[in-house]
């Protein structure tokens, strides 16, 4: 049912208790949405919530009203006032949600929702909308819980099974996700974006192999989607498959030549074959365009360390240190500029937080299980 | 280098389309996914031409020779391997028990949980080298009778009686045996005391104080107490890639080291808090060596452990040792990652008169070569050096430097094998049984892997462990005894075809420790120079040949031969010819000569014994 003619219903429930001689009616008001006259029907609103500032239908009327006009950021107050005149209201709360979702308040737009579901469970659109909003503030364990119902009611919805994917595989519960984008790719066996999707969720399983073919069949049906050679490119790069990673990575800067992690990882390869002068331009080129990737300040350090460069490898390490300290690659290689630059004092330093942050994974992360941990670059 | 998930890349890509999307996905009005025209196909890298390696020698081919050989013995282990236990044993290895030239070879059985509570199993079979090259099944003559869960092996004369004596590591209990003559054997183990405790792995021998006398280092891998283990699939600790498999390492509390100071009568002290290498963090200890890596002449110690840092503990000639490992570069991976580190070995594989180090690794980590640059430390050129993409889908263990050719130059091979059965379920990927690798020596410093050409990848694929190296039949080619977890051994026969000279040495202190274990050989041949360590235990808890074998290529002798015994002297001989095993006695020079059958096409060097010994000289 559409959520506009549920708020319309709710007011006519309640308008006949809310009708005066002195003010504009509210058979007026609606009069004058029926001919499109928003306008109109939204002063008419505001002429019989300011006579009766103790009618909540009449505030929640012209919540409806403002936002039919898409002034949702005016009817969201208009909403809280009928809901704080009467909690009861039917319908409004899920009009408030709807209004806070469409301004992109994720987060407000819970509280509304939520209360909308508890008074009607059974919506598959208040548990759409509620599971979008919970998607949308990223609290996606929760949009996991509230989409599996809307996902399996219309199987054939192949963008919100998408959701309802991407969700899994931001809660890292990577089974549920390759159900899901299983179950896409059988409605639509070319869908560049459900076959990447698997590809990120077999890999966050651990599953590097079985993620290629995805992603290899995401780059065979969409050819230019954004990401897709690079993500294949870094799938061959987890499996040291740098020839194949080299071909996809090249492919990504076909299509978008300032894609600096593109840029990044190929002078990587480079350098894994042992070619820092191919190598070191093209990270200069990645850290040129954008100033986070880590990677590319890594091997720089390493490249500049070699050629005794100290100041200049000092600077990057540095660099890639501060992008993520939690890492120990960087404390590491930093340990051993330091040790070359004569400085045990601060060789000794680095060590230690290497120690320390192994020492601290072993505490927190089962290392021989499941999947590497996700951390930022 | 932090390997992320690809999802860490990409998920930010799909984020930002929810509102657009909301219509369609709440109210059904959703249009079809729009589609991006598809440019031409892009162009293909050219392949890059290979490497022109004609100059190179052929590759010897191998042959499984086992069955023919007569080791049929099965190693020991549960089909299902529920708990870690099930995935660590064992250890092969090459001795000459009764000192009749011909090698004899030790294979640790293993054992499972349900036949450890009953006992065990005999830890090792032994096998006797026959003069018609057979083998035969001696355990039970040989008093090697000990029950219980045999892990590694580690072989050296202790007492200094002449006569190679055997010890072997194990689950609660280790075994020490001593060589009576003629392949008996006296346990001895409670009263040397170094019957030990707990989970032990690797074990190696080293003379650390130049005493005379070889001490003993035990790696210990994790607490498990046998009543109380660890449920297969119970926890996070106990899955992997999506499977339910068996616990650990992590999760598990490792266990510290032992290392026994022979007092050289017959008994042991264990001194590992005294001597700093007690491992009070708990490491997981598996592969253990003792090696001289700086040239200084007192054997340090080098511990791979699993999932964490490796320990390299210099010697600091005074009875303790300093561990060196992160500060010269061994540790970790070159991006500073910790690995898990399995079987190791050292060599001059580039000829630069130094130790490089190389250690094999768990899925997903690919072996490390670690180049030794003096006092610089190692850099770790797995990458460059090419030894470390085509480890990289595998588990590798068994390992070691070894000159297959002959041709001066030292190549590589590493013994794979999974340690979960269950990995098998996932349709993709790693299996349990896994091939084997064999690296070429391209004298460029870096690495050809070869196993197709060596016919090793047209094996059966096995989950293997222990590799233990050494000329089994006096040939001058360098053979591999591997043990396959649950199946009998591989004997892998090395049919080299090329003409290349070679030598071997069997040294005997007098001085020094009877086995001269640490002593470091330095040859001069053809304008190459070339040296190797005696060794008491290496690659992954197994034994080598003591003898130390050295490809000639096509030097027909060698300039000069220096000797550097553990007591410290050193002696040099001059104008050696090849092909020859010598056995050489600490200040003594030559004792004995035996020839090597002549180089494929080539023309024998030593035609008959030497009667006369070969005088030194000493410095």
Redesign the interface.
Same mark, same amino acid.
């Given at each position: 049912m559409?959520i506009y003619k549920l708020a319309c219903i709710a007011f006519a429930l309640v308008s006949p208790l809310l009708v005066t001689a002195q003010t504009p009616t509210p058979s007026q008001a609606l009069a004058l949405e029926q001919e499109g006259k928003l306008a109109e029907a939204e002063q008419t609103w505001r002429q019989i919530a300011q006579a009766n500032p103790q009618d909540a239908a009449a505030f929640a009327s012209l919540g409806l009203a403002l936002s039919k006009q898409g002034k949702y950021d005016q009817a969201v107050p208009a909403y809280k006032k009928a809901i704080a005149l009467n909690p009861k209201l039917p319908g409004v709360h899920l009009n408030w949600g709807l209004a806070e979702? /469409?301004q #992109?308040h994720f987060e407000a737009a819970l509280v509304p929702l939520s209360a909308a579901l508890a008074t009607d469970p059974q919506n598959i659109?208040v548990r759409?909308?509620l599971g979008?909003s919970c998607?949308?503030a990223k609290r996606f364990a929760e949009a996991v819980k509230y989409l599996d119902l809307p996902a399996k009611s219309?199987p054939i919805?192949?963008? %919100?099974q =998408?959701?309802l994917a *991407?969700s899994c595989?931001?809660a890292k519960q990577?089974?549920c996700a390759l159900a899901e984008f299983r179950q896409i790719l059988e409605h639509?066996p070319n $869908?560049a @974006?459900a076959h &990447?999707?698997s =590809?990120?969720a077999l890999? =966050?399983?651990?599953?590097?192999?079985?993620?290629i073919p995805e992603f290899e069949a995401a780059a065979k049906a !969409?050819?230019?989607?954004?990401?897709v050679h690079? =993500?294949l490119g870094? %799938?061959y790069w987890? *499996?040291?498959?740098?020839?194949e990673a080299?071909?996809a990575f +090249? @492919?990504e800067l $076909?299509i978008d030549p300032a894609h600096a992690?593109a840029l990044a990882y190929l002078g990587d390869i480079e350098l /894994? /074959?042992?070619d820092p002068a191919k190598s070191l331009p093209l990270l200069q080129k990645a850290i040129q365009i954008r100033n986070d990737v880590r990677?590319a300040y %890594?091997d720089i350090g390493a490249i500049l360390s070699d050629q005794k460069k100290y100041p200049e490898a000092l600077a990057a390490l540095q660099r890639a240190e501060k992008l993520?300290p939690a890492?120990?690659? @960087?404390?590491?290689?930093l340990?051993?500029l330091y040790? !070359?630059m004569g400085n045990p004092a601060a #060789?000794q330093r680095e060590?230690a937080k290497?120690?320390d942050l192994?020492e601290k !994974? +072993?505490d927190l992360?089962? /290392? &021989?299980? @499941? !999947?590497?941990p996700? $951390?930022? *670059? | 280098m932090p390997v992320h998930s690809l999802k860490f890349f990409l998920s930010r890509v799909f984020a930002c389309a929810l509102i657009l999307l909301t219509p369609h996905l709440v109210f059904g009005q959703a249009a079809g996914p729009q589609r991006v025209p598809i440019p031409p196909p892009l162009a293909k890298n050219a392949s890059k031409p290979k490497t022109d390696r004609s100059s190179l020698p052929q590759i010897p081919i191998f042959k499984d020779v086992a069955k023919q050989l007569g080791l049929t013995v099965s190693h020991i282990a549960a089909p299902e391997a529920h708990y870690i236990i099930d995935s660590t044993s064992g250890g092969s290895g090459l001795f000459d028990c009764d000192d009749d030239g011909r090698l004899d070879i030790v294979l640790i059985n293993g054992s499972t949980v349900e036949r450890l509570r009953d006992g065990g199993d005999p830890m090792v079979t032994l096998y006797h080298q026959e003069p018609d090259g057979t083998f035969k099944d001696i355990t039970a003559a040989a008093g090697l009778t000990r029950k219980g869960w045999g892990m590694g092996v580690a072989v050296a004369d202790y007492d200094n009686d002449g006569k190679l004596d055997l010890f072997v590591t194990g689950y609660t209990g280790s075994a020490l045996y001593r060589n009576l003559g003629n392949c008996k054997f006296e346990d001895v183990t409670d009263k040397a005391g170094v019957r030990g405790s707990g989970f032990m792995t690797g074990a190696a021998w080293g003379d650390y104080d130049r005493d005379g006398y070889v001490d003993l280092f035990v790696s210990r891998y994790l607490r498990l107490d046998l009543n109380h283990l660890p449920q297969f699939g119970s926890n996070k600790f106990c899955r992997y890639k999506g499977i339910l498999v068996q616990c650990g390492p992590w999760g598990l509390e490792g266990e510290s080291d032992f290392l026994y100071h022979n007092r050289g009568d017959g008994t042991f002290e264990e001194v590992s808090v005294k001597a700093g290498v007690h491992n009070d963090s708990g490491y997981y200890g598996l592969g253990v060596m003792w090696l001289d890596y700086d040239d200084d002449g007192w054997p340090d110690l080098l511990v791979a452990n699993d999932s964490v840092s490796n320990y390299l503990y210099h010697n600091n000639h005074n009875g303790t040792f300093t561990d060196v490992g992160m500060l010269t570069g061994v540790a970790l991976s070159g991006d500073g990652m910790e690995l898990g580190n399995m079987g190791v070995d050292w060599g001059d594989y580039d000829h630069s008169g130094r130790l490089s180090f190389f250690v094999t690794h768990f899925e997903d980590q690919p072996n490390s070569l670690y180049r030794n640059m003096g006092a610089k430390g190692f850099d770790d050129v797995s990458w460059t050096s090419g030894v470390g993409q085509p480890s990289e889908p595998y588990v590798g263990w068994g390992t070691g430097f070894f000159d297959m050719d002959n041709d001066t130059w030292l190549d590589l091979f590493i013994a794979n094998g999974h340690v979960y059965p269950q990995i098998d379920q996932i349709d993709a990927g790693p299996r349990y049984r896994e091939p084997m690798l064999l690296h070429r020596n391209n004298r460029d410093g870096t690495f050809d892997e070869v196993s197709k050409e060596a016919g090793l990848q047209a094996m059966p694929l096995k989950s293997r462990r222990g590799a233990a190296f050494g000329d089994i039949f006096n040939t001058g080619n360098i053979d591999i005894v591997v043990l396959n977890v649950g199946e009998p051994p591989s004997v892998l026969l090395n049919m080299n075809p090329n003409p290349y000279h070679r030598v071997l040495f069997k040294l005997i202190g007098t001085k020094s420790n009877r086995a001269a274990i640490g002593a470091r050989v330095t040859i001069s041949a053809g304008g190459v120079r070339q040296f190797s360590e005696v060794r008491g235990g290496s690659s992954y808890l197994s034994q080598n040949d003591l003898r130390l074998h050295f490809g000639l290529g096509t030097a027909s002798k060698i300039d000069f031969v220096e000797i550097r015994w553990p007591s410290g002297a050193t002696e040099t001989l001059q104008n050696i010819p090849a092909d020859a095993i010598y056995t050489i006695v600490e200040g003594s020079g030559i004792r004995q000569t035996t020839p090597l059958p002549p180089p494929i096409g080539g023309k024998p060097a030593v035609s008959q014994r030497l009667t006369k010994p070969m005088a030194p000289t000493a410095k």
């Amino acid at each position: 049912m559409n959520i506009y003619k549920l708020a319309c219903i709710a007011f006519a429930l309640v308008s006949p208790l809310l009708v005066t001689a002195q003010t504009p009616t509210p058979s007026q008001a609606l009069a004058l949405e029926q001919e499109g006259k928003l306008a109109e029907a939204e002063q008419t609103w505001r002429q019989i919530a300011q006579a009766n500032p103790q009618d909540a239908a009449a505030f929640a009327s012209l919540g409806l009203a403002l936002s039919k006009q898409g002034k949702y950021d005016q009817a969201v107050p208009a909403y809280k006032k009928a809901i704080a005149l009467n909690p009861k209201l039917p319908g409004v709360h899920l009009n408030w949600g709807l209004a806070e979702f /469409k301004q #992109a308040h994720f987060e407000a737009a819970l509280v509304p929702l939520s209360a909308a579901l508890a008074t009607d469970p059974q919506n598959i659109q208040v548990r759409t909308l509620l599971g979008l909003s919970c998607y949308g503030a990223k609290r996606f364990a929760e949009a996991v819980k509230y989409l599996d119902l809307p996902a399996k009611s219309d199987p054939i919805n192949t963008e %919100l099974q =998408g959701v309802l994917a *991407q969700s899994c595989l931001s809660a890292k519960q990577y089974s549920c996700a390759l159900a899901e984008f299983r179950q896409i790719l059988e409605h639509d066996p070319n $869908s560049a @974006a459900a076959h &990447m999707l698997s =590809g990120e969720a077999l890999d =966050g399983l651990g599953r590097t192999v079985e993620a290629i073919p995805e992603f290899e069949a995401a780059a065979k049906a !969409a050819p230019r989607e954004p990401n897709v050679h690079f =993500g294949l490119g870094y %799938l061959y790069w987890k *499996q040291h498959k740098y020839d194949e990673a080299q071909t996809a990575f +090249e @492919a990504e800067l $076909s299509i978008d030549p300032a894609h600096a992690q593109a840029l990044a990882y190929l002078g990587d390869i480079e350098l /894994k /074959k042992n070619d820092p002068a191919k190598s070191l331009p093209l990270l200069q080129k990645a850290i040129q365009i954008r100033n986070d990737v880590r990677i590319a300040y %890594l091997d720089i350090g390493a490249i500049l360390s070699d050629q005794k460069k100290y100041p200049e490898a000092l600077a990057a390490l540095q660099r890639a240190e501060k992008l993520d300290p939690a890492q120990p690659d @960087a404390h590491y290689r930093l340990a051993r500029l330091y040790r !070359a630059m004569g400085n045990p004092a601060a #060789a000794q330093r680095e060590f230690a937080k290497v120690n320390d942050l192994h020492e601290k !994974a +072993e505490d927190l992360v089962p /290392k &021989m299980s @499941a !999947a590497p941990p996700s $951390s930022p *670059q | 280098m932090p390997v992320h998930s690809l999802k860490f890349f990409l998920s930010r890509v799909f984020a930002c389309a929810l509102i657009l999307l909301t219509p369609h996905l709440v109210f059904g009005q959703a249009a079809g996914p729009q589609r991006v025209p598809i440019p031409p196909p892009l162009a293909k890298n050219a392949s890059k031409p290979k490497t022109d390696r004609s100059s190179l020698p052929q590759i010897p081919i191998f042959k499984d020779v086992a069955k023919q050989l007569g080791l049929t013995v099965s190693h020991i282990a549960a089909p299902e391997a529920h708990y870690i236990i099930d995935s660590t044993s064992g250890g092969s290895g090459l001795f000459d028990c009764d000192d009749d030239g011909r090698l004899d070879i030790v294979l640790i059985n293993g054992s499972t949980v349900e036949r450890l509570r009953d006992g065990g199993d005999p830890m090792v079979t032994l096998y006797h080298q026959e003069p018609d090259g057979t083998f035969k099944d001696i355990t039970a003559a040989a008093g090697l009778t000990r029950k219980g869960w045999g892990m590694g092996v580690a072989v050296a004369d202790y007492d200094n009686d002449g006569k190679l004596d055997l010890f072997v590591t194990g689950y609660t209990g280790s075994a020490l045996y001593r060589n009576l003559g003629n392949c008996k054997f006296e346990d001895v183990t409670d009263k040397a005391g170094v019957r030990g405790s707990g989970f032990m792995t690797g074990a190696a021998w080293g003379d650390y104080d130049r005493d005379g006398y070889v001490d003993l280092f035990v790696s210990r891998y994790l607490r498990l107490d046998l009543n109380h283990l660890p449920q297969f699939g119970s926890n996070k600790f106990c899955r992997y890639k999506g499977i339910l498999v068996q616990c650990g390492p992590w999760g598990l509390e490792g266990e510290s080291d032992f290392l026994y100071h022979n007092r050289g009568d017959g008994t042991f002290e264990e001194v590992s808090v005294k001597a700093g290498v007690h491992n009070d963090s708990g490491y997981y200890g598996l592969g253990v060596m003792w090696l001289d890596y700086d040239d200084d002449g007192w054997p340090d110690l080098l511990v791979a452990n699993d999932s964490v840092s490796n320990y390299l503990y210099h010697n600091n000639h005074n009875g303790t040792f300093t561990d060196v490992g992160m500060l010269t570069g061994v540790a970790l991976s070159g991006d500073g990652m910790e690995l898990g580190n399995m079987g190791v070995d050292w060599g001059d594989y580039d000829h630069s008169g130094r130790l490089s180090f190389f250690v094999t690794h768990f899925e997903d980590q690919p072996n490390s070569l670690y180049r030794n640059m003096g006092a610089k430390g190692f850099d770790d050129v797995s990458w460059t050096s090419g030894v470390g993409q085509p480890s990289e889908p595998y588990v590798g263990w068994g390992t070691g430097f070894f000159d297959m050719d002959n041709d001066t130059w030292l190549d590589l091979f590493i013994a794979n094998g999974h340690v979960y059965p269950q990995i098998d379920q996932i349709d993709a990927g790693p299996r349990y049984r896994e091939p084997m690798l064999l690296h070429r020596n391209n004298r460029d410093g870096t690495f050809d892997e070869v196993s197709k050409e060596a016919g090793l990848q047209a094996m059966p694929l096995k989950s293997r462990r222990g590799a233990a190296f050494g000329d089994i039949f006096n040939t001058g080619n360098i053979d591999i005894v591997v043990l396959n977890v649950g199946e009998p051994p591989s004997v892998l026969l090395n049919m080299n075809p090329n003409p290349y000279h070679r030598v071997l040495f069997k040294l005997i202190g007098t001085k020094s420790n009877r086995a001269a274990i640490g002593a470091r050989v330095t040859i001069s041949a053809g304008g190459v120079r070339q040296f190797s360590e005696v060794r008491g235990g290496s690659s992954y808890l197994s034994q080598n040949d003591l003898r130390l074998h050295f490809g000639l290529g096509t030097a027909s002798k060698i300039d000069f031969v220096e000797i550097r015994w553990p007591s410290g002297a050193t002696e040099t001989l001059q104008n050696i010819p090849a092909d020859a095993i010598y056995t050489i006695v600490e200040g003594s020079g030559i004792r004995q000569t035996t020839p090597l059958p002549p180089p494929i096409g080539g023309k024998p060097a030593v035609s008959q014994r030497l009667t006369k010994p070969m005088a030194p000289t000493a410095k």
